[in-house]
């Protein structure tokens, strides 16, 4: 059956362009998505820039506690918050020095200094751990002195002014260094320790000649491994993560929204083509019925059309995947290019999602045609012509059981839609909900299709037949429409009520009428916060840092957003009444916590809590309140205090300010304004921020659904296509019957309406499921969930599915009845 396979597909390609064209296209989705994120997930590895001339480095812990020789350790490693590193205890710089093989031990610091292009400062000792050139001048001698890196538009002897934590400080260029290092500058050691409030980033060990690295390695982990089990030993590459990288925070939302874009990829190329190749089979049943009557088996029958999916299979997917080394590029490129992954970001060779795709598609191929097969090949023969003349039933038990299931299965994810990975799980309740409605479309288009086609003439009641009569062909033709508006509509309209809950729910809980926000690139000093109390009328001013923690629960390891407070003055700018606890208790090593993560711990107030910090340290703070969980609101709030000794940047984001009747602006203004600050309304500072996170949002949006959504355009003129073509003997039969040309157009203008129509309308529906979902799972979080659908977009996406399906259906029509007018 195989060989009968091959020459019915050489005889019969034209009728397998269309299953060519989906599943090619659908390989070609699916593996540019999945070489996008192989490109995230397993870049080359970069060596250091930094550390570049010490053989072995030692740095803290890379997150969640986890070093990698901790064989207790999660499984996964959640990573450091972008912008901090662990640290290094003093005492372990001591014992490193007695390490064989040493020559010499390096104590590098970094502390926030910004100036330029740099962001930290170093001791003047640390431009050893890199190559370098002094361009100008020499190394600082004095705390006032510093060493730029160079391009610099300063000269020895010039004043610069350098951002610190404790404000705006006045030094002397000493001199100016290039190198290809990252920028920074270098200071006196006891003036990086005072920046640096004292902690250690890292201690580089400098091999003596002749020594190994990987001994000298070993050697120091033995040294640690009691009293600093938690400190990691880098060598080689491995030293790199030592180093900050800018690009982590991005890197990681880059993993999300490709993973995501790839799923729905997957997703979308298999619903597509078992749909295509399930209606090619289905309009090939006359065919099947001769070859039963000519005395071929069911056996043979499904053979031969499992042989022609294969080959079909086959070829789409090496055209796919050739096509896919297209995308990529330029997928990566327009992720870059808008600020969804680091800039130069672009994809390489690997072999497993070409791989992946291709076998994807092959076995949905299988599966579509393979379900048609088993219906056509099980007809007796005497039974043949009748099943080629008309559909028995659109709908099987399987249809029904799944049909009705899928759906169902949002219920258990919709609590998971209040979470921050929530636009991962709304678009898996967008796919259960799609499915489950297109796998009853035979029945529920029925008497929507019946409504939307009114009329006495003979084109309505031929129109009317069409729908009773063949209902499969119409759900195959509604359902690219159906994907394509629901995706579009359920995702966008689902993810702008999310974030309007969230921005919602973040202003109720904010009662502080203005705020002190960085004037420019540089952040705020610690010392903002002191200026403004001072000022007549501020009665609060609490500082505020984002970060995020880690917790275990369950046996795994859960990030959690967190912030930094001033805990008496929280109270007053914040309207977070705890369930249990006090505000005015949150100082020292304590925490509050937000109730779902009490529950799931069984803490309560005066529990210690078990938590790993921003820069990896475990701590055991004690419970002093347990709120309510808010949209817009962290899980976790920390004293100020630890955010000094536990972040890299101890300074804040901003600082929210409580004012009694009457309080001067200006004053305020006048305070903060030499500091770097600037003064800002915090219902205007949050519609700003709100703006910029909806374009984000936007963005990847479109990432994620853009290229599904092109394919499933694609797929809408291709089903067309296909349908209309399969109809020709229907339409020529017409024209005998005595109909004129310009009634079969209108007869097929108005089923492809009716498809397009009926199309939208579910898809309509999906996205108001999808709503009710969202609302459901976010009410009991906020005080108000907004609805926000982007009918614009909506009707956009409705008025290109229709003139897509009205022109891929009249035109090839128009196009046949004329050749056999001319013949």
Same mark, same amino acid.
Not at 180 to 202: D, S
């Given at each position: 059956?195989?060989?009968?396979?091959?020459?019915?597909?050489?005889?019969?390609?034209?009728?397998?362009?269309?299953?060519?064209?989906a599943?090619?296209?659908?390989?070609?989705?699916?593996?540019?998505?999945?070489?996008?994120?192989?490109a995230?997930?397993?870049?080359?590895?970069?060596?250091?820039?930094?550390?570049?001339?010490?053989?072995?480095?030692?740095?803290?812990?890379?997150?969640?506690?986890?070093?990698?020789?901790?064989?207790?350790?999660?499984?996964?490693?959640?990573?450091?918050?972008?912008?901090?590193?662990?640290?290094?205890?003093?005492?372990?710089?001591?014992?490193?020095?007695?390490?064989?093989?040493?020559?010499?031990?390096?104590?590098?610091?970094?502390?926030?200094?910004?100036?330029?292009?740099?962001?930290?400062?170093?001791?003047?000792?640390?431009?050893?751990?890199?190559?370098?050139?002094?361009?100008?001048?020499?190394?600082?001698?004095?705390?006032?002195?510093?060493?730029?890196?160079?391009?610099?538009?300063?000269?020895?002897?010039?004043?610069? *002014?350098?951002?610190?934590?404790?404000?705006?400080?006045?030094?002397?260029?000493?001199?100016?260094?290039?190198t290809?290092?990252?920028?920074?500058?270098?200071?006196?050691?006891?003036?990086?320790?005072?920046?640096?409030?004292?902690?250690?980033?890292?201690?580089?060990?400098?091999?003596?000649?002749g020594?190994?690295?990987?001994?000298?390695?070993?050697?120091?982990?033995?040294?640690?491994?009691?009293?600093?089990?938690?400190?990691?030993?880098?060598?080689?590459?491995?030293?790199?993560?030592?180093?900050?990288?800018?690009?982590?925070?991005?890197?990681?939302?880059?993993?999300?929204?490709?993973?995501?874009?790839?799923?729905?990829?997957?997703? @979308?190329?298999?619903? &597509? &083509?078992?749909?295509?190749?399930?209606?090619?089979?289905?309009?090939?049943r006359?065919?099947?019925?001769? #070859?039963?009557?000519?005395?071929?088996?069911?056996?043979? @029958?499904?053979?031969?059309?499992?042989?022609?999916?294969?080959?079909?299979?086959?070829?789409?997917?090496?055209a796919? +995947?050739?096509?896919?080394?297209?995308?990529?590029?330029?997928?990566?490129?327009? #992720?870059?290019?808008?600020?969804?992954?680091?800039?130069?970001?672009?994809?390489?060779?690997?072999?497993?999602?070409?791989?992946?795709?291709?076998?994807?598609?092959?076995v949905?191929?299988?599966?579509?045609?393979? *379900?048609?097969?088993?219906?056509?090949?099980?007809?007796?023969?005497?039974?043949?012509?009748?099943?080629?003349?008309?559909?028995?039933?659109?709908?099987?038990?399987?249809?029904?059981?799944?049909?009705?299931?899928?759906?169902?299965?949002?219920?258990?994810?919709?609590?998971?839609?209040?979470?921050?990975?929530?636009?991962?799980?709304?678009?898996?309740?967008?796919?259960?909900?799609?499915?489950? +409605?297109?796998?009853?479309?035979?029945?529920?288009?029925?008497?929507?299709?019946?409504?939307?086609?009114?009329?006495?003439?003979?084109?309505?009641?031929?129109?009317?037949?069409?729908?009773?009569?063949?209902?499969?062909?119409?759900?195959?033709?509604?359902?690219? &429409?159906?994907?394509?508006?629901?995706?579009?509509?359920?995702?966008?309209?689902?993810?702008?009520?999310?974030?309007?809950?969230?921005?919602?729910?973040?202003?109720?809980?904010?009662?502080?009428?203005?705020?002190?926000?960085?004037?420019?690139?540089?952040?705020?000093?610690?010392?903002v916060?002191?200026?403004?109390?001072?000022?007549?009328? &501020?009665t609060?001013?609490?500082?505020?840092?984002?970060?995020?923690?880690?917790?275990?629960?369950?046996?795994?390891?859960k990030?959690?957003?967190?912030?930094? =407070?001033?805990?008496?003055?929280?109270?007053?700018?914040?309207?977070l009444?705890?369930?249990?606890?006090?505000?005015?208790?949150?100082?020292?090593?304590?925490?509050?916590?937000?109730?779902?993560?009490?529950?799931?711990?069984?803490?309560?107030?005066?529990?210690?809590?078990?938590?790993?910090l921003?820069?990896?340290?475990?701590?055991?703070?004690?419970?002093?309140?347990?709120?309510?969980?808010?949209l817009?609101?962290?899980?976790?709030?920390?004293?100020?205090?630890?955010?000094?000794?536990?972040?890299? @940047?101890?300074?804040?984001?901003?600082?929210?300010?409580?004012?009694?009747?009457g309080?001067?602006?200006?004053?305020?203004?006048?305070?903060?304004?030499?500091?770097?600050?600037? =003064?800002?309304?915090?219902?205007?500072?949050?519609?700003?921020?709100?703006?910029?996170?909806?374009?984000? %949002?936007?963005?990847?949006?479109?990432?994620?659904?853009?290229?599904a959504?092109?394919?499933?355009?694609?797929?809408?003129?291709?089903?067309?296509?296909?349908?209309?073509?399969?109809?020709? !003997?229907?339409?020529?039969?017409?024209? #005998?019957?005595?109909?004129t040309? !310009?009634?079969?157009?209108?007869l097929?203008?108005?089923?492809?309406?009716?498809?397009?129509?009926?199309?939208?309308?579910?898809?309509?529906?999906?996205?108001?499921?999808?709503?009710?979902?969202v609302?459901?799972?976010?009410?009991?979080l906020?005080?108000?969930?907004?609805?926000?659908?982007?009918?614009?977009?909506?009707?956009a996406?409705?008025? %290109? +599915?229709?003139?897509?399906?009205?022109?891929?259906? *009249?035109?090839?029509?128009? @196009?046949?009845?004329?050749?056999?007018a001319?013949?």
């Open positions: 059956m195989t060989r009968i396979a091959w020459h019915t597909l050489k005889a019969r390609w034209a009728s397998f362009a269309g299953s060519f064209a599943l090619s296209l659908g390989v070609a989705l699916f593996a540019a998505a999945g070489l996008t994120l192989a995230v997930i397993g870049g080359p590895v970069e060596p250091p820039r930094w550390y570049v001339t010490p053989s072995v480095v030692v740095a803290g812990p890379d997150g969640g506690g986890v070093t990698t020789r901790d064989p207790d350790g999660p499984a996964a490693n959640p990573g450091l918050p972008p912008g901090e590193r662990g640290f290094v205890p003093e005492g372990a710089a001591g014992a490193l020095s007695a390490v064989e093989g040493v020559a010499a031990v390096v104590v590098d610091r970094a502390g926030y200094a910004g100036f330029g292009g740099a962001t930290e400062a170093h001791p003047w000792t640390a431009a050893a751990l890199h190559p370098y050139r002094m361009t100008a001048g020499g190394p600082p001698t004095g705390d006032g002195e510093v060493v730029l890196t160079a391009p610099a538009g300063q000269r020895p002897g010039d004043a610069v *002014v350098v951002a610190t934590a404790d404000g705006p400080r006045r030094f002397v260029v000493s001199g100016v260094v290039e290809g290092a990252p920028p920074a500058l270098y200071v006196t050691e006891a003036t990086a320790a005072r920046l640096a409030g004292g902690r250690v980033a890292a201690v580089a060990l400098l091999a003596a000649p020594a190994a690295p990987e001994a000298i390695a070993g050697r120091a982990a033995a040294v640690l491994r009691g009293e600093y089990p938690h400190l990691r030993v880098l060598t080689g590459d491995d030293r790199r993560s030592a180093e900050p990288d800018p690009d982590a925070g991005l890197l990681v939302a880059t993993v999300s929204l490709v993973g995501s874009t790839a799923g729905l990829a997957g997703f @979308v190329a298999a619903f &597509v &083509v078992a749909g295509t190749f399930a209606f090619t089979v289905a309009q090939r006359r065919e099947f019925a001769l #070859l039963r009557t000519a005395g071929a088996t069911p056996r043979q @029958v499904r053979r031969l059309v499992l042989g022609e999916a294969a080959l079909v299979g086959v070829l789409a997917g090496a796919g +995947c050739a096509l896919s080394a297209v995308l990529a590029p330029a997928f990566a490129r327009w #992720l870059g290019g808008n600020g969804l992954a680091p800039a130069g970001f672009t994809t390489g060779f690997a072999w497993w999602p070409p791989v992946a795709a291709a076998g994807l598609g092959l949905v191929a299988l599966a579509g045609a393979g *379900v048609a097969a088993r219906r056509a090949g099980a007809v007796r023969p005497i039974e043949a012509l009748r099943e080629a003349a008309a559909e028995h039933r659109g709908m099987t038990a399987t249809r029904w059981v799944f049909g009705l299931a899928l759906p169902a299965g949002v219920i258990p994810i919709a609590p998971f839609l209040a979470t921050p990975e929530g636009g991962a799980y709304l678009l898996v309740v967008v796919m259960l909900l799609i499915l489950g +409605c297109a796998l009853l479309l035979p029945v529920l288009m029925r008497p929507f299709a019946w409504a939307l086609t009114p009329g006495r003439g003979p084109i309505a009641v031929l129109a009317r037949a069409g729908v009773r009569a063949e209902s499969r062909r119409y759900a195959s033709a509604i359902a690219p &429409v159906l994907v394509t508006v629901g995706l579009a509509g359920a995702s966008l309209a689902g993810t702008e009520t999310i974030s309007a809950a969230q921005a919602a729910g973040l202003r109720a809980q904010l009662t502080a009428p203005l705020l002190v926000v960085p004037a420019g690139e540089a952040r705020l000093p610690d010392t916060a002191r200026a403004v109390e001072g000022v007549p009328g &501020v609060a001013a609490a500082r505020t840092k984002a970060t995020t923690v880690f917790d275990a629960e369950g046996g795994t390891i990030q959690r957003a967190a912030w930094y =407070v001033d805990g008496p003055a929280a109270a007053r700018v914040l309207r009444p705890p369930r249990s606890g006090s505000f005015g208790d949150l100082t020292g090593e304590t925490v509050a916590v937000s109730s779902s993560m009490a529950a799931g711990h069984g803490w309560k107030v005066g529990d210690r809590a078990g938590l790993w921003n820069d990896g340290a475990q701590s055991s703070p004690r419970v002093v309140a347990v709120l309510d969980d808010r817009g609101m962290p899980d976790v709030l920390l004293p100020w205090s630890l955010a000094a000794a536990h972040s890299a @940047v101890p300074l804040p984001d901003s600082v929210y300010l409580a004012l009694a009747p309080a001067d602006r200006a004053a305020v203004e006048a305070a903060v304004v030499p500091l770097g600050g600037a =003064v800002e309304g915090t219902g205007t500072h949050l519609a700003a921020l709100d703006e910029r996170f909806d374009r984000l %949002s936007r963005l990847s949006l479109l990432a994620i659904l853009g290229m959504l092109v394919y499933t355009a694609i797929a809408i003129a291709n089903t067309q296509l296909m349908a209309t073509t399969g109809r020709l !003997r229907e339409l020529l039969t017409l024209r #005998l019957a005595g109909a040309r !310009r009634q079969i157009l209108a097929v203008g108005r089923e492809a309406l009716t498809v397009s129509a009926v199309g939208a309308l579910f898809g309509a529906l999906v996205t108001g499921a999808t709503l009710t979902v609302h459901a799972a976010l009410s009991g906020a005080d108000s969930v907004p609805t926000r659908v982007p009918w614009p977009v909506l009707l996406v409705t008025a %290109s +599915c229709t003139m897509i399906a009205f022109t891929a259906s *009249v035109i090839p029509a128009s @196009v046949a009845l004329r050749r056999t001319r013949g």
